[in-house]
Protein backbone atom coordinates (compact mmCIF):
# COMPACT_ATOMS: atom_id res chain seq x y z
CA UNK A 1 0.00 0.00 0.00
CA UNK A 2 1.16 3.51 -1.04
CA UNK A 3 2.31 5.77 2.10
CA UNK A 4 1.22 9.00 3.37
CA UNK A 5 2.30 11.95 4.58
CA UNK A 6 -0.04 13.96 6.51
CA UNK A 7 1.19 17.29 9.18
CA UNK A 8 1.13 16.29 12.64
CA UNK A 9 -1.32 18.69 14.32
CA UNK A 10 -3.47 21.65 12.85
CA UNK A 11 -5.90 24.17 14.62
CA UNK A 12 -9.07 25.85 13.30
CA UNK A 13 -11.63 28.43 14.37
CA UNK A 14 -14.84 27.12 15.39
CA UNK A 15 -17.23 28.27 12.26
CA UNK A 16 -14.41 27.80 10.45
CA UNK A 17 -13.65 25.44 7.09
CA UNK A 18 -11.09 22.91 7.88
CA UNK A 19 -8.91 22.12 5.30
CA UNK A 20 -6.41 18.66 6.21
CA UNK A 21 -4.30 17.72 3.78
CA UNK A 22 -2.62 14.46 2.73
CA UNK A 23 -0.03 13.26 0.68
CA UNK A 24 0.21 9.99 -1.48
CA UNK A 25 2.84 10.47 -3.97
CA UNK A 26 3.05 6.74 -4.49
CA UNK A 27 -0.20 6.07 -5.41
CA UNK A 28 -0.95 4.23 -7.98
CA UNK A 29 -4.28 3.54 -10.01
CA UNK A 30 -6.24 1.10 -8.10
CA UNK A 31 -5.67 2.38 -4.73
CA UNK A 32 -8.59 4.60 -3.35
CA UNK A 33 -8.13 7.05 -0.70
CA UNK A 34 -10.09 6.69 2.75
CA UNK A 35 -10.46 9.36 5.62
CA UNK A 36 -11.15 8.20 8.94
CA UNK A 37 -11.20 10.05 12.42
CA UNK A 38 -10.66 8.88 15.93
CA UNK A 39 -12.64 10.60 18.79
CA UNK A 40 -10.45 11.01 22.14
CA UNK A 41 -11.07 7.49 23.52
CA UNK A 42 -13.39 6.59 20.68
CA UNK A 43 -12.73 3.97 17.99
CA UNK A 44 -11.87 5.47 14.24
CA UNK A 45 -15.54 6.46 12.75
CA UNK A 46 -15.43 6.36 8.52
CA UNK A 47 -15.73 10.12 6.85
CA UNK A 48 -15.37 9.46 3.30
CA UNK A 49 -13.66 8.10 0.22
CA UNK A 50 -12.70 8.52 -3.12
CA UNK A 51 -10.58 7.06 -6.42
CA UNK A 52 -9.98 10.70 -8.51
CA UNK A 53 -12.80 12.34 -8.68
CA UNK A 54 -13.91 14.70 -6.17
CA UNK A 55 -16.26 13.22 -3.50
CA UNK A 56 -18.90 15.06 -1.10
CA UNK A 57 -21.45 13.93 2.07
CA UNK A 58 -22.73 15.00 4.95
CA UNK A 59 -19.72 14.69 7.12
CA UNK A 60 -17.22 16.28 4.72
CA UNK A 61 -15.43 16.87 1.35
CA UNK A 62 -13.32 15.30 -0.71
CA UNK A 63 -10.48 16.70 -3.09
CA UNK A 64 -8.00 14.98 -4.77
CA UNK A 65 -5.43 16.33 -7.19
CA UNK A 66 -5.46 15.73 -10.85
CA UNK A 67 -2.32 13.70 -10.63
CA UNK A 68 -3.48 11.33 -7.62
CA UNK A 69 -0.48 12.60 -5.48
CA UNK A 70 -2.63 14.25 -2.52
CA UNK A 71 -5.90 14.91 -1.33
CA UNK A 72 -7.56 17.84 1.01
CA UNK A 73 -10.26 16.84 3.71
CA UNK A 74 -12.54 19.44 4.07
CA UNK A 75 -14.98 20.31 6.97
CA UNK A 76 -16.85 23.43 5.72
CA UNK A 77 -18.12 24.40 9.25
CA UNK A 78 -15.65 22.73 12.14
CA UNK A 79 -17.64 22.70 15.62
CA UNK A 80 -15.78 21.55 18.91
CA UNK A 81 -17.19 18.04 18.26
CA UNK A 82 -14.71 17.81 15.12
CA UNK A 83 -11.96 17.59 16.90
CA UNK A 84 -9.94 14.35 16.54
CA UNK A 85 -7.14 12.67 14.86
CA UNK A 86 -7.80 12.30 11.38
CA UNK A 87 -6.39 9.50 9.16
CA UNK A 88 -5.71 9.36 5.63
CA UNK A 89 -5.48 6.47 4.59
CA UNK A 90 -4.72 4.83 0.75
CA UNK A 91 -6.36 1.41 0.53
CA UNK A 92 -6.08 -1.45 -2.71
CA UNK A 93 -9.24 -2.69 -4.11
CA UNK A 94 -8.15 -6.02 -4.84
CA UNK A 95 -7.28 -9.00 -3.56
CA UNK A 96 -6.56 -9.11 0.40
CA UNK A 97 -7.43 -8.77 3.72
CA UNK A 98 -8.70 -5.01 2.99
CA UNK A 99 -7.24 -4.04 6.32
CA UNK A 100 -7.00 -0.37 7.16
CA UNK A 101 -2.94 0.94 7.57
CA UNK A 102 -2.95 3.69 9.73
CA UNK A 103 -0.57 6.19 10.26
CA UNK A 104 -0.01 8.54 12.93
CA UNK A 105 -2.71 10.61 11.27
CA UNK A 106 -3.08 14.84 12.04
CA UNK A 107 -4.76 16.07 15.55
CA UNK A 108 -6.90 18.94 14.69
CA UNK A 109 -8.01 20.57 17.13
CA UNK A 110 -11.23 23.05 17.11
CA UNK A 111 -10.89 26.32 19.19
CA UNK A 112 -13.61 28.54 20.10
CA UNK B 1 -29.20 0.92 15.01
CA UNK B 2 -26.83 -1.18 17.20
CA UNK B 3 -23.18 -0.56 16.36
CA UNK B 4 -20.42 -2.53 17.30
CA UNK B 5 -20.00 -3.26 20.98
CA UNK B 6 -16.77 -4.30 22.80
CA UNK B 7 -16.49 -6.29 26.36
CA UNK B 8 -14.52 -5.32 28.92
CA UNK B 9 -14.72 -2.09 28.17
CA UNK B 10 -11.79 -1.98 30.47
CA UNK B 11 -9.84 -4.69 31.46
CA UNK B 12 -6.66 -4.88 34.46
CA UNK B 13 -4.44 -8.00 34.35
CA UNK B 14 -1.63 -9.36 36.39
CA UNK B 15 1.43 -10.43 33.89
CA UNK B 16 1.17 -14.19 33.49
CA UNK B 17 -2.54 -14.03 33.20
CA UNK B 18 -4.46 -15.39 30.58
CA UNK B 19 -7.28 -12.52 29.34
CA UNK B 20 -10.24 -12.82 26.59
CA UNK B 21 -11.66 -9.66 24.69
CA UNK B 22 -15.55 -9.59 22.86
CA UNK B 23 -16.98 -8.06 20.36
CA UNK B 24 -20.14 -8.16 18.82
CA UNK B 25 -20.26 -6.88 15.16
CA UNK B 26 -23.38 -5.42 13.33
CA UNK B 27 -25.79 -7.93 13.21
CA UNK B 28 -25.04 -9.53 8.97
CA UNK B 29 -21.58 -7.80 9.11
CA UNK B 30 -19.57 -10.50 7.09
CA UNK B 31 -16.11 -8.89 7.38
CA UNK B 32 -14.38 -8.73 10.98
CA UNK B 33 -11.20 -7.05 12.22
CA UNK B 34 -9.18 -6.85 15.40
CA UNK B 35 -6.50 -4.11 15.85
CA UNK B 36 -4.22 -3.27 18.34
CA UNK B 37 -3.49 0.81 18.79
CA UNK B 38 -0.54 1.80 21.44
CA UNK B 39 -0.99 5.01 23.22
CA UNK B 40 0.16 7.77 20.87
CA UNK B 41 -0.26 5.53 17.57
CA UNK B 42 -2.34 4.74 15.00
CA UNK B 43 -4.41 1.69 14.97
CA UNK B 44 -2.68 -1.68 13.76
CA UNK B 45 -4.19 -4.35 12.20
CA UNK B 46 -4.11 -7.75 14.38
CA UNK B 47 -6.42 -10.06 11.97
CA UNK B 48 -9.44 -10.71 9.67
CA UNK B 49 -12.31 -13.21 9.71
CA UNK B 50 -14.79 -13.49 6.69
CA UNK B 51 -17.55 -14.94 8.41
CA UNK B 52 -16.37 -17.85 10.99
CA UNK B 53 -12.78 -18.64 8.36
CA UNK B 54 -10.15 -16.90 9.78
CA UNK B 55 -8.76 -15.64 6.27
CA UNK B 56 -5.33 -13.69 7.59
CA UNK B 57 -3.80 -13.11 11.36
CA UNK B 58 -0.61 -11.88 9.68
CA UNK B 59 -0.72 -9.00 12.16
CA UNK B 60 -0.69 -11.33 15.44
CA UNK B 61 2.15 -9.99 17.59
CA UNK B 62 3.21 -13.80 18.92
CA UNK B 63 1.28 -17.11 19.40
CA UNK B 64 0.21 -15.91 22.49
CA UNK B 65 -3.04 -14.02 20.71
CA UNK B 66 -5.70 -15.92 19.34
CA UNK B 67 -8.70 -14.93 17.46
CA UNK B 68 -11.52 -16.81 16.94
CA UNK B 69 -15.60 -16.09 15.03
CA UNK B 70 -16.94 -19.85 15.83
CA UNK B 71 -20.26 -18.93 13.82
CA UNK B 72 -19.70 -15.97 12.26
CA UNK B 73 -20.91 -13.12 14.25
CA UNK B 74 -19.40 -12.66 18.22
CA UNK B 75 -15.91 -12.82 18.06
CA UNK B 76 -13.02 -13.58 21.11
CA UNK B 77 -9.55 -12.01 20.97
CA UNK B 78 -7.59 -14.14 23.76
CA UNK B 79 -4.36 -13.32 24.99
CA UNK B 80 -2.15 -16.08 26.99
CA UNK B 81 0.54 -15.56 29.59
CA UNK B 82 0.09 -11.49 29.05
CA UNK B 83 3.63 -9.19 29.26
CA UNK B 84 3.72 -5.83 29.94
CA UNK B 85 3.99 -4.74 26.18
CA UNK B 86 0.49 -6.35 25.78
CA UNK B 87 -0.95 -3.16 27.42
CA UNK B 88 -2.84 -1.61 24.64
CA UNK B 89 -6.59 -0.73 23.27
CA UNK B 90 -7.80 -3.66 21.37
CA UNK B 91 -10.33 -2.64 18.51
CA UNK B 92 -12.81 -4.57 16.91
CA UNK B 93 -14.39 -3.54 13.41
CA UNK B 94 -17.04 -5.36 11.35
CA UNK B 95 -17.94 -4.33 7.18
CA UNK B 96 -20.75 -5.68 5.85
CA UNK B 97 -19.17 -6.82 2.79
CA UNK B 98 -16.48 -8.92 1.83
CA UNK B 99 -13.59 -6.40 0.27
CA UNK B 100 -15.22 -3.40 1.77
CA UNK B 101 -12.73 -1.10 3.94
CA UNK B 102 -15.73 0.89 5.14
CA UNK B 103 -15.76 -0.44 8.48
CA UNK B 104 -17.06 0.19 11.56
CA UNK B 105 -15.26 0.21 14.69
CA UNK B 106 -16.30 -0.23 18.38
CA UNK B 107 -15.40 1.82 21.39
CA UNK B 108 -12.22 -0.52 22.10
CA UNK B 109 -11.25 -2.97 25.04
CA UNK B 110 -8.08 -1.18 27.20
CA UNK B 111 -6.18 -3.72 28.55
CA UNK B 112 -3.60 -2.74 31.39
CA UNK B 113 -0.90 -5.77 32.14
CA UNK B 114 0.78 -4.56 35.90
Known amino acids: DAKTTQPPSMDCAEGRAANLPCNHS???????VYWYRQIHSQGPQYIIH???NNETNEMASLIITEDRKSSTLILPHATLRDTAVYYC?????????????FGKGTKLSVIP | GAGVSQSPRYKVAKRGQDVALRCDPI?????LFWYQQALGQGPEFLTY????????KSGLPSDRFFAERPEGSVSTLKIQRTQQEDSAVYLC????????????FGPGTRLTVT
Open chain 2, 27 to 31: SGHVS
Open chain 1, 89 to 101: IVAYSGAGSYQLT
Open chain 1, 50 to 52: GLK
Open chain 2, 93 to 104: ASSQWTGSYEQY
Open chain 2, 49 to 56: FQNEAQLD
Open chain 1, 26 to 32: TISGNEY
